[in-house]
């Protein structure tokens, strides 16, 4: 008797296809979740890739005092964007600035989502429920999801 007929005659056939059914997704969920990272390292490697060619190619059009061509039908143009953050532990003054003088549409608060979730779950831990008028300020559910640790 093979290990399938002895599980078989001992659980019964329903039983044990869903405890296979229930492997097998199990299976599939960690394949999946590897070939995500797998993805993302993968992801991470072109993106430096695309880093270091196209600051070469910024040096060679620079250097030969191109500003466009085209190339397999693509056109390809030197573009100067401008990034900018607040400075460390200079936020507040920022925004200060901004508002006293004209800029405060700029300026919007925010919270952090993961933060709130965490506030969340601490709260309803703590009393099955969120506080009086908390509850019609944010909208809360939960997901079952399946963890995996080697």
């Known amino acids: 008797m093979t290990q399938m007929e002895i599980l078989v005659s001992k659980y019964g056939e329903n039983r044990v296809g869903n405890a296979v059914d229930m492997l097998l997704l199990a299976d599939n969920l960690k394949e999946l979740k590897e070939k995500k990272d797998k993805l993302e390292e993968e992801t991470k490697a072109v993106n430096e890739q695309i880093e270091k060619t196209e600051y070469q190619l910024v040096q060679k059009m620079i250097n030969e005092d191109t500003s466009k061509f085209t190339r397999h ?13 607040p400075n460390p532990g200079r936020k507040e003054e920022l ?13 919007k608060e925010t919270v952090n989502s993961q933060s709130l ?17 908390l509850d019609e300020l944010i909208n ?3 997901k079952n999801m399946v963890a995996i640790r080697k």
């Open 95 to 107: 925004f200060n600035w901004l508002k006293g003088n004209g800029y405060g549409a700029l300026v």
């Open 73 to 85: 039908g693509r056109t390809f143009y030197l573009n100067v964007r401008t990034f900018a953050s």
């Open 117 to 133: 979730s965490s506030f969340t779950k601490e709260l309803l831990e703590e009393r099955d429920e969120l506080p009086a008028g």
């Open 140 to 142: 809360v559910y939960q």
